[in-house]
């Protein structure tokens, strides 16, 4: 599965941005897919993750009601869509892809990072 992210860019505090993930394949369908950002000089950290079917999903805490995880099999592609940003959120944003549900940066497949920022 190859990935490619797109739809970052420079955004107020409080602004929305919604990043795409384009993935190659056949099986998208059969992978979870997953969000993780990473900040300068921090460690990858989980952001989202959504089910095969979309039928659930998994936020961070730190996310959780501003930003929501969705797919679209049909065009093999994953969304996240980013409202009341805040300038924390500002980091590289990189979509993955595994065969199960996981919250740790051990996903098999990753695209190539979008950076985010957002401005005070």
């Known amino acids: 599965v190859q990935l490619q992210a797109s739809g970052g860019g420079l955004v107020q505090a409080g602004g929305s941005l919604r990043l795409s993930c384009a993935a190659s394949?056949?099986?998208?369908?059969?992978?979870?897919m997953g969000w993780f950002r990473q900040a300068p000089g921090k460690e990858r950290e989980f952001v989202a993750a959504i089910s095969w079917s979309g039928g659930s999903t998994y936020y961070a805490d730190s996310v959780k009601g501003r930003f929501t995880i969705s797919r679209d099999n049909a065009k093999n592609t994953v969304y996240l869509q980013m409202n009341s940003l805040k300038p924390e959120d500002t980091a590289v944003y990189y979509c993955a892809a595994h065969r199960s549900l996981a919250t740790t940066p051990s996903y098999e497949y990753w695209g190539q990072g979008t950076l985010v920022t957002v401005s005070s």
């Open positions: 394949g056949r099986t998208f369908g059969s992978y979870v």
